[in-house]
């Protein structure tokens, strides 16, 4: 295998994943992740305060891209399609680092640790949108259940990829979310309605 | 003020919220429970696994009751109103504590730490929830949404609670709340209507 050359971040970043995937999340200290990169201990903690957050160096840059698109969508658009539109556009960018942004769900996906802190990336993630919701001029709880709703159709659009087979568009996926979502609250009518007249 | 008799898990956790609500949660060190309460560090890890837990320390009850009522509710309700009238009952029983709840929910707020374990705590609700929904016949995904669904208009509707004046009925707020989030995911039918006649 080439030597792989690139910043101390980046190296950490590709020993850290390697390790991971080889030996489980919980097996891997952080001396053997600096170890592999050629780097020290102090030199891992100069980039990240602890083994989780290798994993979630990128949430910042998505978060910023979220709540940049939010502020920036059309007036007239309603507030959960400017937030699922949001989502999308960065969804899609994940994705389309395909097989690596599927390691790195299993990876999350195996580790209790590791779940808990993406949960508490997605709470700040939905917390950023309800903030730049509420510039646009929608009131607080309004904005908070539609920023939890976008969050929501987004985490499920990810685990769908994540587990498809296949290269699933993103955009379709949490609309498809979306929909689902709105089936799962809205109130179900079914008390067998007669059809109107003159139709089938 | 009259030594207050109790066992050691409810004198740790009376001293831990005086000590929290008197000088701020991150300015109290377990030490301090202790000593306020007349016992040793080493018996409050006995109990608690650190100075947050105090506070989560009803969880896996509200989590059983939630569950239970989940599991026993009648088959030909709704999902979602399944899952919201199991919330209900356990926040009734929540709200019903009155103040002391409510310099609960006031503490989690006050702290990045306190308020990034209750969401966790949530999570875990919610996937508790979406397990009981699969055992009632319902599909991975969609028991997951629900579930989800219906933990965010819980954590709203406390929210309300905790900031409203007065004692408001839970079941009320929690309905309420459900009804907000379909207005936040529904889409928008607003095709500029023209105004009614006689009003400005």
Redesign the interface.
């Known amino acids: 295998m080439p030597r792989w050359e690139g910043g101390a971040q980046a190296r950490l970043t590709r020993a850290a994943y390697e390790l991971y995937l080889e030996r489980g999340f919980e097996h891997v200290t952080v001396a053997e992740i600096a170890e592999r990169a050629g780097l020290t201990k102090r030199t891992f903690f100069r980039y990240f305060d602890d083994k989780r957050e290798v994993l979630f160096s990128g949430a910042p840059a998505l978060q910023d891209a979220v709540v940049d698109a939010v502020a920036n969508a059309p007036g007239d658009v309603?507030?959960?399609?400017v937030v699922v539109a949001a989502l999308a556009s960065a969804g899609s960018a994940i994705t389309e680092i395909g097989e690596g942004a599927r390691a790195r769900q299993r990876l999350i996906e195996s580790s209790n640790d590791l779940h808990?802190r993406e949960?508490?990336k997605m709470?700040a993630l939905r917390d950023a949108i309800a903030v730049a919701l509420q510039a646009r001029g929608l009131p607080g709880?309004?904005a908070?259940?539609?920023a939890?709703?976008g969050v929501?159709a987004f985490q499920?659009a990810f685990e769908?990829w994540a587990h498809a087979e296949g290269s699933a568009d993103f955009g379709s996926l949490i609309d498809a979310?979306?929909d689902?979502?709105?089936?799962?609250?809205?109130?179900?009518v079914h008390p067998d309605p007669p059809p109107p007249p003159g139709t089938s």
Request: overall charge neutral; glycine content about 0%.
């Open positions: 309603a507030p959960i399609d808990e949960m508490i709470v709880s309004r908070a259940l539609t939890q709703a929501t499920t769908r979310a979306l689902d979502l709105r089936t799962a609250v809205n109130p179900v």
